[in-house]
């Protein structure tokens, strides 16, 4: 079928919005029509060129990045399945989750589902189940799609691995966003920080991942919630979200949570700025209490691989300092778990996207994202 779609054709280049060729669902895949997708931080790693491989790294592995399809956070309903599809059927609406979950794979079956293994070809940006594509330009070219969904477009084709069926009066446009953002920015608080009740929880870069970490953070009873965001508004509407408290940058987020704790400091905090910036880590370490943790959400540009530390506080303090990816949630239990917060009002969603643009307009969307305009900018189809 003929449908359109946002690609992007090499690093620096600006999103086109294009016809393109849509195969229809081989075994074990998906056809959707997409009401719309959030406009993540992450694919835009690919424009600016953060996390694009040096041209001698992707041809020594065959990688190719570009041509691509954007889009990772979508959701929309289900138009026909290949063979073997079981889990959904047309009609059905569903989340996209941008980490597939097998459930074969060791890190499946162990509750891990965000570190499937499958996740590991997410690069290749073809179909996981044969490799194949069922993107093509106008002219033929075969497609890649971001993290095997490649929402930039009214209709995509994805594996079954990626599609959770949701409840018929779940708003769609609600739970695109749940298939990155929130999920991932809740998760960073909730399972990657571990935040309890009593704990003060600091949040670095409040965009629509961190502010979903604030309320996540806040969500478990956290006695003090300080979002640490450089655009101001940002920070205002932190509190709305469950801030206690607010800071214009990450120094006088040290101060303060110095003053606030009497010296205890943060027992958590999560970076989630747009760009990972190497020289967050050591002041958002210096304000870890002994035994906290600092949270690292945010994508750092491949290149960057120094961090200034001090090992003998990691030590003495006992201090940690991890990753996560999509908030070490598993998408197929936390996506309904969430979109059934939203339900019962007790997770918002509604305040999170700021700006709706039409696919045409999605260059604009991420000179908003840039401008400091959004928390999450959608686009709706
Ligand atoms: N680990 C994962 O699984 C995962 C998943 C999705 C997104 N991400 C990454 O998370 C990051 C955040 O994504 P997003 O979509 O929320 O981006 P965003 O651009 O919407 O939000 C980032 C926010 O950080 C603020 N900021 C930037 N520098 C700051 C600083 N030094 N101090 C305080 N605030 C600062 C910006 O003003 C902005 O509000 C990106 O790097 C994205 O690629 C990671
Ligand atoms: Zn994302
Ligand atoms: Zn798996």
Redesign the pocket.
């Known amino acids: 079928m003929k449908t359109r779609a946002a690609i992007l054709w090499g690093q620096g280049q600006d999103w086109s919005v294009e016809e393109i060729e849509l195969d229809p669902p081989k075994t074990g895949e998906v056809l959707i029509k997409l009401v719309g997708s959030g406009l993540?931080?992450?694919d835009e790693?690919l424009r600016t060129g953060d996390l694009t491989v040096p041209a001698d790294v992707a041809q020594a592995l065959s990688i190719h990045q570009y041509p691509v399809i954007g889009g990772h956070e979508g959701a929309g309903e289900v138009v026909e399945v290949g063979p073997g599809v079981t889990s959904v059927k047309p009609g059905d609406h569903v989340a996209l989750s941008f980490m597939p979950a097998c459930g074969k794979c060791p890190s499946c079956n162990s509750g891990r589902t965000n570190l499937c293994d499958v996740g590991a070809f997410l690069g290749l940006g073809m179909q996981p189940t044969d490799f194949t594509a069922r993107h093509h330009s106008g002219a033929g070219q075969d497609l890649q799609i971001s993290c095997f969904l490649g929402t930039f477009g009214e209709y995509t084709v994805a594996s079954e691995m990626s599609v959770i069926k949701i409840d018929d009066d779940i708003p769609l446009e609600k739970a695109a966003v749940v298939g990155?953002?929130v999920t991932?920015g809740w998760g960073s608080a909730v399972y990657a920080a571990g935040v309890k009740a009593g704990d003060t929880a600091v949040i670095?870069?409040?965009?629509?991942?961190?502010m979903n970490a604030v309320q996540g953070a806040a969500m478990m009873g956290a006695e003090n919630v300080i979002a640490?965001?450089?655009?101001d508004w940002?920070r205002e509407k932190a509190r709305e979200f469950g801030a206690t408290h607010t800071a214009a940058?990450?120094e006088e987020a040290v101060q303060l949570v110095g003053e606030i704790t009497r010296g205890r400091l943060a027992d958590k905090v999560v970076i989630?700025?747009?760009?990972?910036?190497a020289d967050?880590i050591a002041p958002a370490m210096s304000m870890t209490a002994k035994g906290g943790r600092v949270v690292h959400?945010?994508?750092a540009p491949l290149a960057q691989t120094e961090v200034k530390l001090d090992l003998t506080e990691l030590t003495f303090w006992q201090r940690e300092l991890v990753g996560?990816?999509?908030?070490s949630a598993n998408p197929r239990y936390d996506i309904p778990r969430l979109l059934a917060l939203y339900k019962a009002g007790k997770l918002k969603l509604d305040e999170l996207v700021t700006n709706e643009y039409k696919l045409d307009d999605i260059n604009r969307g991420y000179d908003d994202?840039y401008n400091?305009t959004?928390i999450?900018g959608f686009l709706r189809y």
């Open positions: 993540c931080h992450s790693h990155c953002g991932t670095v870069g409040t965009g629509g991942i961190g640490v965001e450089t655009v940002k940058s990450i989630s700025v747009g760009v990972a910036d967050l959400t945010a994508v996560t990816v999509f908030g994202m400091g959004n999450r």
